[in-house]
């Protein structure tokens, strides 16, 4: 008995000791915890988020796929509008060069290029997306063979898994954007279907989604961005009489995710065809758009397979929300791609345009509008191209960081980025990375009778598609 107390009282004259020790161990490891914890919290350790952010803002978006797989919170911040303003504020922004492919099973794949480090990166596919016209037609025919001793899951099994099933996006005959940091595919042509249909790319979430869909269904239309809106004119429709030209217009405002009409686009020259049977016969349709000093140029062609006439074109006003006729010049002189189309981009505030070799033996050339005179002028008389007339779009033009650049697809499939340098620029040490070329001096320093010398094509990128052909590209500047 006496052993027992005297135990337990020795028990309890050590447990205060044990119990010091511990809560002093335990309050240290709350420390090293709650520190621990404090550190994993923050994107950099040791560092306060608001300038980790900064550093992170400084960084090559080259970089922000990898990035993303460090933890949740750099996954966060790499995805966050606020980093994606800070490097606007701070001019960190980076133009990348969007390029769309279609390979011979006719899928559609959109590769991103960063010039600066020549990397490419493979956007994820495209959705699919069922034409609703399409789509009504088949399963109106699909009620018309349920019988009631039928189930209808194997009817839509059955139904889903024929060959003839209505196709889906992409369709042939989109249009494409880019617009407040995103890429836009628009409509499209699926057997007599014309959709719709809108999607949109994010490069900062890497995703694609759906949204609102374009006020009138079309394909072939043409678009343009105008104060931060996309602008959406012309194309073809099919209704109950077959396809159509569209003259209608439409804007899409990013921040609203709205549609609104616009005035349809008149077209002045094909009302002086000289009789009725050219005006049935020959169709006006707009044959492409560059936003240029603030307006809507839409130049016009006459078209019925496999003709083309041009008649000039119109210019679309946004402060007056209306249509006047194409100066003379511009329209007359606007250079043509084959099929009609016209090549064109506006680079530094200057409009170039593409003039296609008239063979297989010679060389295009590019022309800059000259405003003040209303007439084309050469600029560039060599062009690298490839002659590949089974090809929809062997070559393209585009203009970021400032420069002209031409991007063109060989025999082999390889698709080439080139860009238009200053020869003396380019040799000059003190002319930075990126010499100076595609802007006003540019222009007056090439307008010579014979520029071939004054200008040397240099590669930034190339890659080998194999068999993909190049349809179109854009440029987002994030």
């Known amino acids: 008995m006496g052993s027992v107390m005297s135990l337990n009282c020795s028990s309890r004259s050590r447990t205060p000791i044990l119990n010091e020790g511990s809560s002093n161990e335990s309050c240290k490891r709350q420390k090293i915890c709650s520190s621990y914890e404090g550190e994993n919290n923050r994107l950099i350790p040791r560092l306060p988020d608001e300038l980790s952010i900064q550093i992170l803002a400084r960084v090559p978006r080259i970089c922000y796929f990898n990035a993303r797989l460090v933890s949740r919170k750099w996954k966060s911040a790499f995805t966050s509008s606020e980093l994606y303003c800070l490097r606007q504020e701070l001019g960190k922004t980076e133009e990348w060069l969007y390029v769309l492919t279609k390979d011979q099973e006719n899928v559609f794949l959109w590769h991103a290029l960063d010039p600066v480090s020549a990397k490419w990166q493979r956007l994820p596919p495209m959705p699919d997306i069922v034409c609703e016209e399409e789509s009504r037609r088949s399963f109106s025919g699909l009620w018309n063979v349920v019988s009631p001793r039928m189930k209808v899951a194997e009817i839509l099994r059955s139904w889903f898994g024929r060959k003839d099933r209505p196709e889906k996006l992409p369709f042939c005959g989109c249009a494409f954007g880019a617009v407040d940091g995103c890429l836009y595919v628009l409509g499209g042509l699926s057997k007599s279907c014309t959709a719709n249909s809108v999607l949109r790319f994010d490069p900062v979430l890497n995703k694609w989604n759906e949204v609102s869909p374009m006020l009138e269904s079309r394909a072939y239309s ?201 020869r003396e620029s380019s040799s000059s040490p003190s002319s930075g990375p990126y010499p100076f070329a595609g802007s006003r001096s540019f222009r007056e320093k090439t307008d010579l009778p014979n520029t071939t010398d004054t200008v040397v094509w240099k590669v930034i990128a190339a890659k080998d598609f194999g068999a993909a052909e190049l349809v179109s590209c854009q440029v987002i500047d994030l």
Request: with cysteine; aromatic share 10%.
């Open 222 to 422: 043409k678009t343009g961005i105008l104060n931060n809106k996309l602008y959406v004119v012309g194309g073809i429709n099919h209704g109950r009489g077959g396809f159509s030209p569209l003259r209608s217009a439409e804007v899409y405002d990013p921040s609203a995710n709205a549609w609104s009409e616009v005035p349809s686009m008149p077209f002045s020259k094909a009302q002086v065809l000289p009789n009725a049977f050219l005006a049935g016969l020959l169709k006006p349709v707009a044959t492409g758009m560059s936003s240029y000093n603030g307006r809507l140029c839409v130049p016009q062609s006459l078209y019925s397979w496999p003709f083309y006439v041009d008649i000039g074109g119109e210019v679309y006003e946004p402060e007056t929300n209306s249509w006047i006729e194409m100066p003379i010049g511009m329209g007359e002189g606007w250079p043509a791609r084959q099929a009609g189309t016209k090549l064109s981009v506006v680079v530094d505030g200057e409009l170039y345009g593409f003039d296609p070799p008239p063979s297989s033996m010679e060389s295009g050339n590019i022309k800059v509008y000259d405003q003040k005179e209303d007439t084309w002028k050469v600029v560039i008389r060599e062009v690298p191209v490839s002659d590949l007339p089974q090809s929809e779009s062997p070559y393209i033009l585009a203009g970021f960081h400032g420069k002209l650049h031409f991007i063109t697809r060989d025999f082999n499939g390889k698709i080439t980025v080139l860009r238009a340098d200053l």
